[in-house]
């Protein structure tokens, strides 16, 4: 039944190959489990303390809270699915509480180091160069994923309307708008693009043509932020954190923000909002009489 489910839901939930990925994993895990601890061969034939048991070895072994929500809520979807298949009737996962994740707030850079970033360091003067800068300035000025950056197409990038096409979870398509700035870094690394004759419908490529891969982007990003500074995540997401952090900053409208960054629900937009109040909160104490 594994395959099958794995099937539903690329097919149906149309979840990335990343994620499928995941879910395979998780299920294995806890077959395995399953049949190294109970003898047991199929995780239909698990109940409530199996699984209560599975989550507690995790947590012996040092996995963090987080990855095992993350596998619990594999299991509970992969339950949900045999239902809607008639395999078992009853979810194991009703009676199982999984820990409790404690809250992590997003990682970004100040306004300061964002300035450094694209007003002090010097790019070099070629392709790779022009390139560079390009995916620095999309991830702080759009705040698409990794995932998004690398499979947009050049097609995807209209400078004429100002906006770029980017598909996120599940294959859920939004408009983003770019500032004109953008537009002129864009413009420039096409004419560069097509001076080399890189032809590719990707619209971030090498300078052998080929799409870039997450890892190649990654380490771009790793590199231009080192110099500008100390963090110790140095990423594509804190970029996109950045974005959001310093837009609410600015007075966006929390609602815009989220479908800006494609969130399916204002609570995952909503912790950019602390660090926006800790700012509300050092500007009252300082300004107040009786602060």
Known sequence: MVEKFLEYLASEKNFSKHTITAYQH???QFAAYLKYIYEIEKPEEANA?????????LM???VTARSVVRKASSLRTYY?????EGVITISPMGKVNTPKIPSRLPVFVTKNDADKLFRSIVFPDDYNGMRDRLILE???ATGIRLSELITLKDADVNVYNLTIKVFGKRSKERIIP???LLKGYIGAYRTEKNKLGLKNES???TEKGESLYEKQVYLIVKK?????????KKSPHVLRHSFATHILDNGADINTVKELLGHANLAATQVYTHNTLEKLKRVYKQSHPRG
Do not use: H, N
């Not at 303390?49 to 070895?57: F, K, N, P």
């Open 224 to 232: 231009y932020l080192g110099m500008v500074t100390t963090l110790q």
């Open 49 to 57: 303390s199996m699984v209560r048991s599975w989550m507690a070895s």
């Open 80 to 84: 949900r699915f045999l239902i809607r």
């Open 178 to 180: 770019i500032t004109p």
């Open 60 to 62: 012996q072994e040092k």
């Open 138 to 140: 999309m991830f702080y």
């Open 203 to 205: 619209f971030f490529v």
């Open 26 to 28: 998780d299920i294995e």
